[in-house]
């Protein structure tokens, strides 16, 4: 089974460009998160997406970073314009609807996206 | 607002010692999850812990979850260095919210 998709890999911009990040999940998980992990920390919750819509983004810095989840499969994240602050790993991740199946409480993390601002 | 703490944060040992780690959490939950992270990779999947009194192992890695206390364990039993990676706890707030501890890095010296 393929696992969750990120692309890029890494990305180095110059502060106050934009960019953009493409999540593809696990096929058949309805729900899609984007956490961000500043280096050294734990991951922090950014968005999540059940379906196509939003059931979280109390975290999500509004002025600066805008997530969609089209027909509710791929997302893309998109931070414009970037602060060095930004600076981080990208972490995408999915999982089926909480209790279907013993699988239904995992979250299954992809790769990361690397973001480097400078 | 749900705190998940770790600790210790960063923990050097020796191979073939035993360690706990701890995770304390701050509100009810019925759901907590264990990660191994290593340096460059993503988040992989150890443990899910559903209920209190829960305990699961996997190989020198075991475990468990006290939902009275909000306490959960991660024992390793024999250290060996492949165990070298930093571990994460993570516990829901609410219906699906994950909250995710500080981590905790551990290194195994052979």
């Known amino acids: 089974e393929a696992g969750v998709a990120q692309s890029p890999r890494y990305k180095i911009i110059e502060k106050r460009q934009s960019v953009a990040f493409w999540c593809n999940p696990i096929?058949?998980?309805?729900?899609l998160y984007w956490y961000q992990q500043i280096l050294g920390q734990g991951p922090k919750l950014l968005i999540q997406?059940?379906?196509?819509?939003?059931?979280?983004d109390s975290q999500l810095p509004k002025d600066r970073f805008s997530a969609e989840r089209l027909k509710g499969v791929d997302s893309t994240l998109k931070i414009q314009p970037a602060k060095l602050e930004d600076s981080a790993v990208y972490l995408c991740?999915?999982?089926?609807?909480?209790?279907?199946?013993?699988?239904?409480?995992?979250?299954?993390f992809g790769e990361g996206s690397w973001l480097t601002v400078v | 607002e749900l705190k998940v703490e770790q600790n210790p944060l960063f923990l050097s040992m020796q191979e073939g010692k035993n360690y706990t780690i701890y995770c304390n959490y701050s509100?009810?939950?019925?759901?907590l999850y264990w990660y191994r992270q290593d340096p460059g990779k993503s988040l992989e999947s150890l443990f899910v812990?559903?209920?209190?009194?829960a305990v699961k192992q996997e190989g020198r890695l075991m475990a468990s979850l006290d939902t009275k206390a909000r306490l959960s364990t991660l024992h390793i039993t024999a250290a060996v260095h492949d165990l070298s990676a930093t571990y994460f706890c993570?516990?829901?707030?609410?219906?699906?919210?994950?909250?995710f501890g500080q981590g905790t890095r551990l290194t195994i010296n052979p």
């Open positions: 991740a999915s999982s089926t609807p909480r209790g279907q199946g013993p699988l239904g409480n995992t979250i299954y």
């Open positions: 096929s058949g998980h309805a729900t």
């Open positions: 997406f059940q379906n196509n819509g939003v059931v979280d």
């Open positions: 509100t009810t939950s019925d759901r």
């Open positions: 812990l559903l209920s209190n009194g």
């Open positions: 993570a516990v829901f707030q609410g219906a699906q919210k994950l909250v």
